[in-house]
Structure formats: C-alpha cells, structure tokens
C-alpha cells in the first residue's frame, strides 16, 4: 500500500503515523477500512478516516486525541468516538464488531468480533477492505473478499446472498455507487437487488435510515442521475407512491446542479446552505401541501428544513412573472425574495428560463442583501419622532429608496428622513 499512502498530504500521513504509534502502544492491532482504502486505490480526494481497532476504539481514541491535541466525541452507546481535526478532518474510531440480523430490515445485534467478521459485516466487497497500520508492521491490504478486483473491474458486489435482506439500505447504497464511479451492478448483486425491491423490502426500513441514505445520494455529485438510476432500479414508494420523476423533474435536477454551481462559486462565504434540500424540495413540488408535509414528517426532518422544503411551494409561475418584468424596481426585488432561504433562491433561479429573473436574484445576493442604512431609530428620535411602529415604516421607506438609489450616503438617508418627519 506504499505506493498509495505516499501520495497523501502530509497531514494525513502524520495522522496515519501517530495512530499507528498509539496502535502500537497500546498494543491493539489498528485498520484503515471503510471508504478509505477505496479512495486510495481510486486515487478520489476524500480523506475523512474509519479506523476499525481490535481492542477498544474508545481508548484508542482517546490516546490518538492526547497525541493529537485535540478533542474527541464519544459515542458511547455504539463503543465508537469521532476526532475533528482542524475544523475539516473527520476521524471515525470503532472497535471490531460482527452483526447479526434478527430478522430482515432489523437492527443488527452487535458483538466484539475479529477483523475479518467487521470486513463481513459491510455492503460491499468494495468498502470491505482494510489497511493496517499498527507502526511496524506492514502497511498491508487486507482483502480478504477481493474488493480490489472488483474496484479494477468497476462491479458493485455484496458480500452474502442475505445482504439486502438483512439492510434493505444497502440498494440504495448500491446505486449511489454505481452512479458515483460509473461502475456496474455485478450481475448476482442486481438480481438479488431487484427481488429485495420487488418483496417490499425497502418500505420495512426505519423512515429515518431511508432518509439519510436518500440525502446521501442527493449530495452525490449528479443527483439527477442518481435519482433516475434510484427510479428505474428501486422506485420511490419508500417516500410516496405518487412520486414519479418525469423528464421535466430530471431536466430540473440538471438546471438545480448548474445554479448550486454558480451560487458557491460566487457565493464561498454563504454560511449554511444545504444542496440535498434544494433537490428533495424539487422533488416534492410534484405533490400536494399535504402529501409533502406528511412526508417530511415521516422522514424526521427538522422544523427548519420543513420551513424552507414548504416555502418552496411558493415559487410558482405568477410570482416566477412577477420577478421576470424588467419594470421592477431593486427594492420590490428585495421584498420579494427576502423571505426565501438560498436554497429557496437557488431553486426558484434553476426554475426561471429568464435571463432577467437571473440577474435580478443574482443582484439581490451581491448587492440588495448586504445593503444597511447608516440611520437608525437614535435619528429620528433626535427629529423628535416618538418610538413606536412608525420607526419601522419610516426606516423601510428610506432603505427602499437606498436601494432604488435615490439616496446614496448617510447624509442623504438624513436629508430624507427630514422630509419624511416633516
Ligand atoms: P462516502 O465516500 O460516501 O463517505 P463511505 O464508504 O465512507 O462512502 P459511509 O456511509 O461513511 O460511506 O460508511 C463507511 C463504511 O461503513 C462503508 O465503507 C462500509 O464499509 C460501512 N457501511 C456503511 N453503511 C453500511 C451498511 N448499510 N451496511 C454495511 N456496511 C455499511
């Protein structure tokens, strides 16, 4: 594995040095698994960590912190704990573990087990590779269900016949896959797939492992094509029977990926923005009020992400027109689109055709958003203006005429307000 590990920034390579010390330290064989090792033959730039340790992750985390100098969450619950480093690398730690499914689409009962029975317990042969990094020994591949032949040979292969049935989100997993690296579905595995689809296997999942696996796909980097590969192969009865993407929505899709380019090109610094919730409120406009907020209610989305998937709704062709007339003057544009979310803005851009609307958005985001008036209520109360709600009114007038650039500078908000009062 050298060969790969050497191509690594250095901060990662100290990171897999230092584990590899306290591995050795604390004398509990330590592995890369996971996505890792998969990005690292594929030469893909993702670099959060899974370290899988035989012994006690806890510990192990807690030591790996300690030489590290920085804090850790723990989990206690599922005997595993998380390293942030430097705000941008995520370090996963877990104890070895084998799974036993109870019965279908259930929870699995989970055991200390030995490194291959943690390999066994993954989807697919591809994300059932190991890499040890105890210090020294060996930097080895560990493959033991020849994951690397699958990855040079572009197939998506589950590791036993029961997989989907034992976790039914593992066809979801297996599409995302497959669209994410353009590989193939082997044969067995997409004939095992569609059964698991075809008995219902999907609406058995707990509602909440669906949707994190549904958003999962939707960060991909093309979620038009992965909810057509995720129509075509699993359906979306899981979220609503009425859901039926057609060329329109996919056509959609495309238009959304353009835009979400162009707002975090222009855009770096714009604080919380969520891409999967412009696509799923997207999908959701083909269904009524009340069939999307059953939805996101079964789903566990949060109150805020319901907040801004429902005021979505409100981009509809009247106010699409309204936004489109070249008439309007910047403070109307500024009312209308002030009480959108980004991610609302972002889809109501992907949905105009129009070159106006376009740059009328984009002129909100650039320059009406961030314009503040230099007067405040301290001004018109030196005028002799009594506090009340008149403050508002008489604000809102001059920031309107701030806007439409009839006044420029703190005097003239001033000169204004005056005129105002008097
Ligand atoms: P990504 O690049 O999308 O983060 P990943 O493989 O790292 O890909 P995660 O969802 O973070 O994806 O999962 C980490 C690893 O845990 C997987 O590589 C796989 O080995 C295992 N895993 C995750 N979900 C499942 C599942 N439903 N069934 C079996 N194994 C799973």
């Not at 604390?26 to 592995?31: G, L």
């Not at 996971?34 to 893909?44: Q, V």
């Amino acid at each position: 594995m050298e060969k790969y590990l050497k191509n690594l920034p250095p901060e990662i390579k100290n990171l897999i040095v230092l584990a590899g010390e306290v591995s050795r330290e604390i004398k509990m064989p330590a592995y890369l698994v996971g996505g890792f090792p998969r990005d690292l033959i594929l030469g893909a730039k993702d670099w959060d960590l899974d370290i899988t340790v035989e012994g006690n992750g806890i510990k192990f985390a807690e030591n790996l912190a300690k030489k590290l100098n920085v804090s850790l969450v723990r989990h206690e619950r599922f005997g595993t704990a998380t390293l942030i480093i430097n705000h941008c690398l995520k370090v996963d730690i877990a104890t070895t573990r084998k799974e036993v499914y109870p019965s279908c689409a259930c929870l699995p009962v989970v055991s200390p087990g030995t490194l291959k029975e943690d390999l066994f317990r993954r989807d697919f042969t591809i994300n059932a590779m190991a890499v040890n990094l105890t210090a020294g020994a060996a930097r080895k591949l560990i493959d033991v269900f020849c994951g690397k032949d699958d990855l040079a040979a572009g197939k998506i292969r589950i590791l036993h016949d029961l997989s989907f049935k034992d976790d039914p989100t593992r066809i979801l997993r297996a599409i995302r896959f497959k669209q994410r690296y353009n590989f193939k579905i082997e044969p067995k595995t997409l004939c095992l797939l569609k059964a698991a689809v075809k008995s219902g296997l999907l609406d058995k999942v707990h509602p909440h492992r669906m949707r994190d696996e549904l958003v999962s796909m939707l960060k991909e980097k093309d979620p038009s094509a992965q909810l057509k590969q995720l129509y075509d192969l699993g359906g979306l009865s899981f979220i609503s029977n009425s859901l039926k993407p057609d060329r329109q929505v996919y056509v959609l899709f495309r238009s959304i990926s353009k835009e979400i380019s162009w707002f975090m090109r222009s855009f770096p610094f714009h604080g919380s923005f969520e891409v999967w919730l412009v696509y799923f409120a997207a999908l959701l406009r083909q269904l009524s009020l009340v069939q999307s907020k059953r939805i996101i209610r079964r789903l566990g989305l949060s109150k805020q992400e319901e907040k801004k998937i429902l005021s979505c709704r409100q981009i509809n062709q009247r106010f699409i027109r309204r936004l489109e007339s070249k008439q309007i003057r910047p403070a109307q544009v500024f009312n209308l689109l002030k009480p959108f979310s980004y991610e609302a803005i972002i889809l109501l851009r992907s949905i105009s055709r129009d070159s106006v609307s376009k740059k009328h958005i984009a002129d909100f985001l650039n320059i009406y958003n961030s314009v503040r008036l230099s007067i405040s209520g301290d001004d018109l109360y030196r005028l002799g203006v009594l506090p009340g709600p008149k403050y508002q009114k008489i604000l809102n007038k001059v920031f309107a005429a701030r806007l439409n650039g009839s006044v420029k500078n703190r005097q003239d908000e001033l000169a204004l307000i005056g005129k105002i009062v008097k």
